[in-house]
């Protein structure tokens, strides 16, 4: 049977507000795994990570789409050697020089996931959906070591859900109990990370009051939220970049 | 309370006031239902119904019915400020991902290890139906059961081991009767509390299994 | 390899709008597999139902959450022998006559499926997963006939997608695209029945102009829809019991 | 056309013309992208962006970027009357199940027997990273390859058995190139069209398996 709930009341209203990035992931411990939002730069958490890094967490296991670009945001969090190792889709790009460094030197490690794949299981994550098939990387390198059975007479792989102990996730609006509305294609993992971590930490540009998301609009529940912190204007990792910026922690 | 122990107004109450301050609700169709009229002064919980609707309102005026705005029991139902809609497979990914606190249900039978039945007799020629008892049961944090403590004919539903199909096995943290609240640990029916008046002894005998004191 | 795609072109824009329901649902094939949607009388789309009760398909697997009330709707699709199997969570209901006594003549056949894995079962069909495994009905009778399989040391069943030649749902708004908004609660298995059929056949309330629908609220985006058709005011299932009426073919 | 068959933008404008009107098309990154600027006149498409737009529209002007709407390959869009967004899952659901028409993707190598390799070329130390490559290639209905015809110093990319990583096997529908358009079907290579001027034996020659004629 599952656990007992006590019944030792806690605030007297759902209040998932936080006032500074810092408290929002203050407990996040050595050798969590970590998924963070963002396709590129669009929803990239780049405060709550900066936040991550000069909380010092490390060893941590990170699952992203990629694996960051210049010296901030998660680059940053590699370069200071916080990440052991990393689940994602494309960790190479025209930017991405602190990852690769680290990669051919042997100094982190990798897990490379399609992306569909990568969004798949972390839906199951949060779906309670502990493995599916899919076609997707059956016949190829990335089925090693994977149980591959037939469906339809064609090959499918089995892949198993991802899960993290924290999400780290970029929105537009959340309101007190943390609901969410996202901006464009920011939203990508977003909804789905916030899902599948046990402790959902959401930066958002404005917080409105409770009930002025649409009910017919809001992408992610609040029920799969934990933290909301407002960062009214967040920085863009393009600008950091042009401006050589090289975030160490603070 | 009466002869027969607490009254389903109490019972109810007595529910409203064990959930957590801040849970995520989900309260099943029927006697669970009453739960949400005895939430006490200034404790919020958000209620989520399985049809799609998460910050679900008490029922509307007559005149302010929308047909197309209803709880999983098919009733007319309103939203409050911070609800949001969503689609089956949204719904029940809260449910099945561990996302709903409390689920308070109705039930057949419980046994001592918190095997669940509550969704069919087994009786030959029934019309099975399940809805979403299944995915409730094991996908909730907590399963808190609300039933009468013995059958019409004073049978006991808190038993040994289920003699209806499972809904679920080993799920059920805490069972609420007219005669008791009975939490169960890995040893089996604990006793939290009985109705004023009720001896021990008496409400053993109208239970299937064993029932520690603690 | 795939099909190559002809390159003869039909309309010279993308218009999915149909005039009539009965024009809408005039393809549906004998033995045809149709995903209904609605959660008892929200979301139902009675005008579909009742085009394809009067356009006389027959031999239906029909896939929906309940089987009908009263004589109107899937009931009297059920009462005018079209479907000859049901695959739905909750047939039972204080007012189905009609499907309780085809199952007791052991007229109708029924697969009993929890409501969380036919959502996601649904889900699962059109998001191209073909199969996943899922705690639900673990340990009970739904579990029979089915691969059961422990993970982080529970039983847990192996679920096959559900996929429909058509859907028949109802929506709030829609565009020339087939993008859709739907109506509080009766959203419910709109959604994700649209993805999950070869065929999605969509009844509005209102057609609106393409780009009427903001991109941060389309809730089914247009590539899941085939067809759309606007009935302005659709009967509700209360009302049509209230008042008797036993629809039958027309 | 050049000497060396056709250019980069005639090829683009066959592809264009090729996809049927109406359809739901994804264009790799890269050299793909460049179809969208040859949509024929009247024709509607819609374009997919996997990472989570439908209703893809052309660059912004340089005052009206932002950062927050970005296509595939980063880099900043607009949307078209009609867009949607969604989530990661949504927008590979779309994928993997088949709703995408066309994808249009460029290659390493494309096998006789329409096996793909474009994400890895093996290479000791390199960095891989694979994208929705093989999502796309084992979900879109149909794969249009663009690649050039063979590689810089002038091996076959139309080859017998690819010797690259595989992306997906059997999924490659037809290669377009400076020199053919060749379709894939089951006995393999088909000439559909060949570049102006040029004589079938060059292209044969050119090509790392045998071509039929129709």
Known sequence: MKANLTTQDSNPLIDKRINFVGDAVADIRDGATILIGGFGEAGSPIELVHALLDQGARNLTVVSNNAGNGHVGLAALIEARRVARMVCSFPRSSNSVVFDEQFKAGEIELELVPQGTLAERIRAGGAGIPAFYTRTSAGTPLQEGKEVRDFAGRPHVLETAIRGDVALVKAERADRWGNLAYNKTARNFGPIMCMAADQAIVQVRRLVELGDIDPEHVITPSIFVGRVVEVPDPADETTLINQGIKRVPQ | ?214
Not at chain 2, 5 to 30: C, H, K, M, Q, Y
Not at chain 2, 36 to 53: C, D, M, R, T, Y
Not at chain 2, 56 to 72: H, K, Q
Request: a negative charge; glycine letters at 12%; aromatic letters at 6%.
């Open chain 2, 1 to 214: 309370m009466s002869a027969e122990g607490w009254t389903p107004d109490e019972i109810a109450r007595r529910v409203a006031a064990d959930i957590p301050d801040g849970s995520f609700v989900n309260l099943g169709i029927g006697r669970p239902e009453a739960v949400a009229n005895f939430i006490p002064e200034g404790k919020e919980l958000v209620f989520h119904s399985e049809n799609g609707l998460l910050g679900m309102g008490p029922s509307p005026a007559a005149n302010a019915i929308d047909l197309e705005l209803i709880n999983a029991g098919k009733k007319p139902v309103t939203t409050v400020p911070g609800a949001a809609f969503f689609h089956q497979a949204d719904s029940f990914a809260m449910i099945r991902g561990g996302h709903i606190d409390v689920c308070v249900m109705g039930a057949l039978q419980v046994s001592s290890r918190g095997d669940l039945a509550n969704w069919s007799t087994g009786a030959p020629g029934a019309i099975p139906a399940v809805g979403g008892a299944m995915d409730l049961s094991v996908g909730a944090k907590a399963i808190f059961v609300l039933m009468t403590h013995t059958t019409k004919d004073g049978q006991p539903k808190l038993v040994e081991d289920i003699t209806f199909p499972a809904t679920s096995r080993g799920v059920v943290s805490r069972v609420y009767t007219e005669l008791a609240v009975i939490n169960i640990d890995t040893d089996g029916f604990v006793l939290r509390e009985s109705a004023p008046g009720l001896a021990f002894g008496d409400l053993q005998a109208r239970t299937g299994a064993p029932i520690r004191r603690p």
